[in-house]
């Protein structure tokens, strides 16, 4: 007889409401029994199931608490505004997952097909894209669906928008449960900040997986939704810490065995004073010592030479960087003085055996020419530009200028 009352009920509000689920969730064996009436009772009296008022108010207000806030550090920001959001009871996080079922049901049943747990309807009602995108997966659905039958304008229409407004209610409990979910996402994001990549981008990428977390959740399994939603979260955190941390990506599985490394040596250090050796990881981690070291050669990072090194950008990392092929500055001649010694040695000569010593050796240009190319800029022979070089030459073995040039072959 209480049952028949709690029907009668939501058959005569023409809705749903959280404290009409109270019952179910205390006994989830009668929510069994009576789950196929509920959701035939759904469709076919077109009852609501929109999250309560009080639900959408609490997350209007969460979303309005920055409003006077001056946003100069984003992650204050969004931290204050999480702040907001109360936590989640085991019975309420119930209630969520209830309702957000209920929806799945009343969505496959309105659109003729098969019952949640089938490919094709996880494929629609578990879909994590936008909502038309979503909602013109599930039209394109109906129109190859075998046993579909032809029906009047009017009824099609109707049909399509009571498919619209169930899509959006599935969407709507989605987002409560994502919401009261979120404030447990920074606190394992913070456990993985400085390994290459900000924190608000761990955060962006856990709230991903976090709605991912909301498709595959099965009450059934006896175990809590934020408990399950904390394993998709460090999942999404792992992954993007593979795929954007480091030039040269690393598995998932290379990066957590690299975290049990890293915490390892952290303890080992705080303890002792000093890193644990790789034979000594491999006994903690039950793993050969040579899977260590190969882990701790992936662990090494790569990094850009360009890197800015200063604000302005005018000072990068290959600024830094010695040249290997370079000479040493201590062995190589003074550059300025050895070109000072040179100009004073070529002033003594005429300025034609200048420039074909100049041309001849590539003194200005590290260019040195042939006796054809001097000889076709100067207007001569080939043998009149060797006799102008061999007479310069000998000018410049003159002790005067001899001794100018001497003391830096002696170096």
């Known amino acids: ?42 469709v076919q009296r077109r009852i609501a199931l929109f999250p309560d008022e009080s639900i959408a108010a609490s997350q209007r207000t969460a979303n ?18 999480l702040r907001q959001i109360p936590r989640m009871e085991r019975s309420e996080e119930f209630r969520f997952v209830i309702a957000l079922e209920i929806c799945k049901e009343a969505l496959a049943l309105e659109c003729n097909l098969p019952k949640p747990g089938n490919s094709e309807i996880e494929q629609i009602a578990n879909s994590t894209t936008s909502e038309d995108a979503t909602f ?33 209610e599935m969407l709507a409990w989605k987002r409560v449960l994502v ?77 957590q065995k690299l975290k049990k490394i890293r915490d390892l040596n952290d303890r080992s250090v705080t303890e002792t004073g000093s890193r ?29 030479i360009d890197r800015e090194l200063d604000p302005s950008g005018e000072f990068t990392l290959r600024d830094t960087l010695a040249d290997p092929h370079a000479d040493d500055v201590n062995d190589a001649p003074a550059g300025p003085s050895l070109t000072n010694r040179i100009d004073e040695a070529l002033s003594s000569l005429t300025g ?4 074909v010593l100049e041309l001849r050796y590539g003194l200005h240009d590290n260019h040195a020419e042939t006796l054809e190319a001097v000889s076709q800029k100067l207007g001569v022979s080939r043998e009149r530009v060797r006799q102008i070089q ?13 001794l100018k040039l001497v003391e830096f072959l002696q170096e």
Not at 140 to 167: F, G, H, Y
Not at 283 to 299: G, K, M, Q, T, W
């Open 1 to 42: 007889m209480v049952e028949i009352d709690r029907f009668s009920l939501i058959r005569s509000r023409g809705r749903i409401l959280l404290s009409d689920l109270e019952p179910w969730v205390q006994n989830p064996e009668l929510y069994e029994r009576e789950r196929a009436r509920l959701v035939r009772l759904v």
């Open 64 to 81: 309005s608490t920055s409003s006077d806030v001056t946003p100069t550090d984003l992650y204050q920001v969004y931290m204050r505004e």
């Open 136 to 168: 013109l997966r599930i039209l394109e659905k109906l129109r190859t669906n075998p046993n579909r039958r032809s029906q009047p304008a009017d009824r099609a229409a109707a049909r399509i928008e009571r498919i619209k407004v169930r899509l959006d």
């Open 179 to 255: 919401f009261r979910t979120l404030p447990l996402v920074p606190g394992m994001a913070r456990r993985y900040k400085g390994m290459g990549v900000p924190v608000l981008d761990l955060i962006q990428e856990a709230n991903a997986s976090l709605m991912k977390a909301t498709d595959r959740y099965d009450w059934r399994k006896s175990v809590r939704f934020v408990v399950y939603a904390r394993w998709w979260v460090q999942q999404g955190v792992l992954k993007s810490l593979s795929c954007q941390s480091r030039t040269v990506r690393t598995p998932v599985y290379m990066a």
């Open 276 to 304: 644990m050796s790789a034979e000594a990881l491999g006994v903690a981690l039950d793993e050969p010592a040579e899977r260590i070291e190969r882990a701790l050669a992936a662990a090494k990072m790569t990094v850009s």
């Open 352 to 355: 034609r055996e200048r420039l």
């Open 390 to 402: 061999e007479q310069a030459i000998r000018k410049l073995k003159a002790p005067s200028q001899h």
